[in-house]
C-alpha cells in the first residue's frame, strides 16, 4: 500500500503572492534609472580623471596608462553594478514578506533601488567636486 503524501493547508496570510505588472514595471524602471546613474557616472569619472591626471602627470609617459587603467577600472566597476542589479532589484519582488514594514514588493525594491542609486550619486557628486577642486587649485 502506497503512502498518501501529506499535503499542508496554507493560511492566507502565509501564501505567497506573485508581485502585480505595475510591481515589475516599477522594478525595471528604477532599473533604468541605475544604467542611466551608471552611466552618467563612467562619463563623469572618465573626464575627473581626465582632470586630475593631467594635472599631476602633465606632460609624462604615465598620463597615458594611469587614465586608461582608471577608465578601465571604473567602466568595470560600473560594469559589474549594472549587471548585478537587475538580478538584486529582482529578487525584492520575489521575496515572501518577514516583516510587516517590507510586505509589499515595490516597497522592497524601492529599498533596494536606494542602496544601490545613493552610492552612485554620491559618487556623480564626489568626480565633480574633485574635478572643481582641481581646476581651482590649478587656477583655472
Known sequence: MAAKPMVQSVTPSRAI??????????CYALYAVLIFLCYESFWAWRSTVEVVVGYYFR???AFQFVYLLFTLLSGLALFIVVAVSESYLRRGLDLPAVTQRASRPAARVLRRFARIAIP????????????????RRAGL
Open 17 to 26: 503572492q506573485r508581485p502585480s505588472r505595475w510591481a515589475y514595471a516599477l
Open 59 to 61: 606632460r609624462h609617459e
Open 120 to 135: 552612485l550619486v554620491l559618487a556623480l557628486l564626489v568626480a565633480f567636486a574633485l574635478q572643481e577642486w582641481t581646476f
